[in-house]
């Protein structure tokens, strides 16, 4: 069984800004993790967080679609799971901006709770983020 994550974050920012933080090393450094992403079909990449006596503090990644400013999606794995992200971002106007996630591969609802709890944690360092 797969399961599925899809979550939605409007941001007061324009598109190309929300672009480069989700795709800038720097920037997501800032609200993710440190990190050596690049946004290049193929690239793989990590992720680094503190290890600690549960996990090795690190989740590997594959860059399996760059479609600026539109779409991005990679691969995002650590322990035995491996998942697919898909960020989709929506210009509404006036200066706001949708992005919306999608994250697949979940092999059960633990996982799955803790990737919401984690991408919503997330997306308020975002929001501080592209305040900046």
């Excluded at 779409?71 to 898909?86: K, R």
């Excluded at 997306?123 to 501080?128: A, G, Q, W």
């Amino acid at each position: 069984m797969s399961l599925k994550l899809s979550l939605d974050f409007q941001y007061k920012t324009s598109i190309e800004r929300l672009w480069t933080a989700l795709t800038d090393s720097g920037m997501l450094a800032k609200w993710i993790l440190a990190n050596d992403f690049k946004p290049v079909v193929g690239h793989c990449f990590q992720f680094q967080a503190e290890p600690n006596e549960y996990w090795d503090g690190l989740i590997e990644g594959e860059v399996l679609m760059v479609d600026p400013p539109n779409q991005l999606s990679y691969t995002w794995a650590s322990g035995d799971e491996q998942h697919t992200v898909i960020w989709t971002l929506k210009d509404l106007g006036d200066g706001n901006v949708n992005l919306h996630l999608d994250q697949t591969g979940f092999s059960n609802p633990h996982g799955l709770a803790g990737a919401k709890h984690g991408w919503t944690a997330w997306s308020t360092e975002l929001e501080k983020v592209l305040g900046q």
